[in-house]
């Protein structure tokens, strides 16, 4: 049984290795000295209570090495001063607007009826659409346009690097897993490589449109209601005859999510359930493998200690080691691989829940209620 397990265990190892590899890694570059043209960026960001936010965000795109920008920011009915702290740092940005948000129409998804809002009021060849809890370094838009324009790519889409903020333990545990979902179970020769719709993915936080294809797809409003607006977008770029490309953003874009136990449940247990399309079939798949390969070498190994069958240490190792390498890709910290187990079991409570709140009462997010 157990060298079942290991050699289970040995080509998830040689799987992840071989799948990064089909992850391009976006990388800052100087500015082009002599470029020919420069084609106009809209970056778009909602906010809905994100006062906190405001100033790191403005500083950071404030740092933005490429000039020819817009920036538009949509306050989502905010509750609190978000709208004050923008009026109070706007001006550090060239070219730059708030707009008020509307009250949201029925079945719509809040954010995505933000982001259609901003793309109603964007004039640029390419829409930039951000959170506002990310960091981007100054030369991401010229790293983007040296990836998109060759291969006249429809969309690049990328996760970022997740710094881990205080002692919320969810976030340390479930925040990095976001990384493993994508080297481990997406094939990313398939999601980058070919057009093939079921191969995607995307986080929302960072999705860079050629305009041309923001508009074939019908942009966010042909989404309204999803809950993972994200991948279907990526998904219709593919189905529209588009390129797009997942890539390993991680050295340009830090994004620190969620800082507390509560938003980090809230968050994904809106998304995680929905994100492998509502199948009870997967969702229980999901479990049973998570169970077996990433929490039972946990136990073995403690029973290997206790009796001094050493060999019975080995699947926990694998699994570090499979850790390690994502994490490594991901820029997150090494040392958090060794709590695998743990991570593997909070992502498997917050599936089930989500499982459960899909049934019964929905999910909450930001004060509103989605089926």
Not at 44 to 72: C, D, G
Not at 271 to 287: K, V
Not at 320 to 338: C, D, E, Y
Request: hydrophobic share 45%; net charge positive.
């Amino acid at each position: 049984m157990i060298n079942i397990l290991n050699v289970g265990l040995g080509f998830i190892l040689v799987w992840v290795l071989v799948n990064s590899f089909f992850m391009p890694r976006l990388r800052q570059r100087p500015v082009e000295e002599n470029a020919q043209e420069q084609d106009l960026v809209s970056i778009l960001i909602p906010m809905r209570n994100e006062e906190k936010n405001v100033a790191p965000l403005i500083h950071s795109l404030s740092q933005l090495t490429y000039q020819h920008v817009e920036f538009l920011f949509l306050n989502d009915q905010s509750t609190d001063e978000t709208r004050l702290r923008l009026e109070e740092k706007i001006h550090l940005l060239p070219n730059a607007s708030i707009i008020e948000g509307k009250e949201l129409p029925a079945k719509w998804v809040g954010k995505v009826h933000a982001c259609h809002q901003l793309s109603c009021h964007a004039n640029g060849h390419y829409f930039f659409f951000l959170d506002a809890d990310i960091i981007i370094q100054p030369h991401t838009i010229e790293a983007l346009l040296q990836q998109a324009r060759p291969k006249q790519l429809g969309l690049v889409s990328g996760f970022p690097k997740f710094p881990v903020k205080g002692t919320a333990w969810l976030c340390q545990l479930l925040v990095p897993m976001q990384h493993v979902i994508i080297y481990l179970h997406l094939p990313l020769f398939l999601a980058n490589y070919t057009r093939m719709p079921m191969a995607s993915a995307a986080h929302g936080s960072f999705l860079f449109f050629s305009r041309a294809c923001y508009e074939a797809i019908g942009g966010h409003k042909e989404i309204y209601h999803s809950l993972i607006e994200d991948i279907q977008l990526m998904r219709n770029c593919k189905e529209a005859g588009f390129p797009t490309r997942l890539v390993n953003n991680t050295g340009v874009a830090s994004c620190v999510m969620y800082e507390t136990n509560s938003e980090v449940w809230e968050g994904f247990s809106k998304n995680s359930f929905p994100g492998i399309g509502r199948s009870y079939i997967l969702g229980y798949c999901l479990l049973l493998f998570y169970l077996i390969a990433f929490v039972t070498p946990f136990f073995l190994a403690l029973y290997g200690l206790l009796t001094l069958q050493f060999h019975f240490i080995f699947p926990y190792v694998l699994t570090v080691l499979i850790m390690i390498w994502i994490n490594a890709q991901a820029k997150q910290r090494l040392v958090i691989s060794l709590l695998v187990p743990f991570s593997a079991l909070s992502l498997m409570s917050l599936l089930f829940y989500s499982m459960i709140r899909s049934k019964r009462a929905g999910y909450t997010w930001k004060g509103r209620v989605y089926k």
